[in-house]
């Protein structure tokens, strides 16, 4: 039978599980938004797009969020970005309440 200690244990693990899985989807979201700003085409955005939209849980801390929004803004701002992109890349981050309609 579990005592307390072995079910806090059980507990800190999932809490740490969870805690690094967050960090290794920052790094993984930080690093596409880096590499897409740095070459920008349609197949990309396509790309960038399908990416957040298959993270389940996008982590909320506040660099990330900017790193999004200043990814967003730049792709809104390119006129080499197909309107189409875009606009699925803004539902997408309205959606997940990453940006504001």
């Known amino acids: 039978m579990l005592d307390f200690t072995h079910i806090f244990l059980i507990f ?4 740490i599980i969870f805690i690094i ?3 290794v989807i920052s790094a993984i979201i930080v690093g ?5 700003i740095a070459n920008i085409s349609n197949e990309k955005v396509k790309k960038y797009t399908n990416l957040l939209n298959g993270i389940i ?5 506040p660099i ?3 790193t999004i929004q200043a990814g967003y803004d730049i792709i ?9 992109y875009k606009k699925e ?3 997408l981050l309205i959606k997940r309440n990453i940006i504001k309609n």
């Open 12 to 15: 800190i693990i999932i809490v």
């Open 21 to 23: 899985s967050q960090l």
């Open 32 to 36: 596409a938004t880096r590499k897409l």
């Open 57 to 61: 849980r996008i982590p909320k801390f």
């Open 64 to 66: 990330i969020l900017d």
């Open 76 to 84: 809104s701002k390119n006129k080499n970005i197909s309107r189409e």
């Open 89 to 91: 890349l803004k539902n």
